[in-house]
């Protein structure tokens, strides 16, 4: 099974990327915000889920172990496939996933494509107890999404740590968060 991979961008699309391993090109689907922050010869590293089925092989990859660590509950949950489960990851922060089935809140997950109230309220009842040491972070939707804009931009984990911190998130938008957060590294 294929668990990492290091390599150069390919190209990339809105599902997926193909990566370039030493002359070996890899299609690998990812999250959303993963593939928009990429651009052609970037390099990167990805943590990789290798689903294999009867007539195929595919791969799912992620920025870290905690993503692919989620995306494995989430298509252990009877009915939850690697595409429910990808889509997931690409609306919501691994901690608001764990936030949401911890808090019994079945209407935060149904907000993704293809999730009914019903599949949301599958996946608290198989996951509840499971996620607990992931909803003890304290990253939102919100702030992830400002976590993604700052990679996007180029700044380093630790920048993007340290200005996280800093913030406030209250009942702030997105974008203002983003412009305060800007703010604080410059």
């Known amino acids: 099974m294929i668990g990492f991979l290091r390599g150069k961008v390919l190209k990339n699309n809105e599902q997926s990327l193909t990566l370039d391993v030493n002359g070996v090109g890899y299609k690998v689907n990812c999250p959303l ?3 928009i922050s990429m651009a052609k010869g970037q390099p990167l590293e990805l943590h990789v889920h290798t689903h294999v089925r009867e007539d ?5 990859g992620f920025k870290d172990e905690l993503d692919v660590f989620l995306f494995e509950k ?6 939850i496939g690697p ?7 690409s609306v919501h922060s691994p901690a608001s996933i764990a936030d949401a089935v911890e808090r019994e809140d079945a209407s935060a997950l149904s907000h993704t494509p293809g999730v009914g ?13 499971k996620l607990s040491h992931l909803a003890l972070s304290k990253e ?11 990679e996007t931009l180029g700044y380093s984990p630790k920048e993007i ?5 800093k913030l406030d998130p209250g009942k702030k938008s997105t974008s203002a968060l983003i412009k305060e957060a800007l703010s604080q590294l410059q």
């Open 33 to 35: 915000p993963l593939l």
């Open 117 to 129: 109230k019903k599949t949301a309220e599958k996946i608290i009842i198989e996951l509840r107890g």
């Open 83 to 89: 595409k429910s489960a990808l889509a997931m990851l």
């Open 161 to 165: 740590h340290d200005a996280l911190q």
């Open 140 to 150: 939102t939707d919100t702030t992830y999404e400002v976590r993604l804009a700052l």
């Open 56 to 60: 195929q092989l595919t791969l799912y």
């Open 74 to 79: 989430l298509i252990g949950v009877s009915g």
